[in-house]
């Protein structure tokens, strides 16, 4: 399995945990984050997609132009000394405490997110929801999710009234310590054009596109 395969198998276990209906091999989400993929993220027919956002790694020549985003699959084999744990970074594990983080992390990213959609995580034994936390507020966001020795990151947030003081690389350390603790030999992550030097200078390395299409 190649390191691809890996950030791909751990995003399409980590989705597959929220409410979705599967169809001849195309999962679809039923609410947020409204996703319709297939487990090896290959092309899916428009007619298919049913207003949710198609996420591919083979998009056909049409679908390439009209791409609604573009994420950079990353990886990190070992930590190295960039694995630091943080006092101010708590686990989620309540649901009142889950609203919140969902507020705040929708907050980041610019847009809403149910925490109902959420709660499957926190019986997860795979799923970890990370919150870094600030005079008792929520400032930023994460969730871990493991598969196979691979530790998936998802939803690192940090919304603009908190951005400046560090909080996301912090955040990244913190995790790259929880993979370590978990024994995991690999970190992955789908990274913005926005988050790529963050990720770029902690040694991540690009593995290839997720084309986000959208009628």
């Not at 960039?82 to 594990?93: F, G, P």
């Not at 889950?98 to 499957?120: H, M, S």
């Amino acid at each position: 399995m190649t390191l691809l395969d890996r950030n791909l198998a751990n995003l399409h276990q980590f989705w597959s945990t929220l409410a979705h209906t599967k169809t001849s091999n195309v999962h679809r989400h039923t609410s947020w984050p409204n996703k319709v993929w297939r487990s090896d993220f290959k092309a899916i027919d428009q007619n298919a997609w049913h207003q949710h956002v198609c996420v591919t790694t083979e998009p056909n020549d049409f679908q390439r132009e009209n791409y609604r985003n573009k994420l950079i699959a990353m990886g990190l084999e070992g930590t190295q000394k960039l694995a630091i744990s943080n006092k101010y970074i708590e686990r989620i594990t309540s649901e009142e405490r889950l609203k919140q983080w969902a507020n705040v992390c929708g907050e980041a990213f610019g847009y809403l997110i149910d925490y109902k959609t959420l709660r499957p995580l926190l019986c997860d034994s795979n799923a970890t929801i990370f919150a870094y936390i600030e005079n008792g507020e929520i400032c930023g966001t994460a969730i871990a999710y493991i598969t196979n020795q691979t530790l998936g990151v998802h939803q690192v947030g940090v919304p603009e009234r908190y951005q400046g003081k560090g909080i996301g690389k912090a955040i990244m350390q913190h995790l790259l310590w929880f993979s370590e603790q978990n024994s995991c030999d690999f970190i992955s992550l789908q990274a913005s054009q926005a988050g790529l030097p963050m990720y770029l200078s902690m040694g991540f390395l690009e593995l290839g596109a997720c084309y986000h299409l959208a009628e």
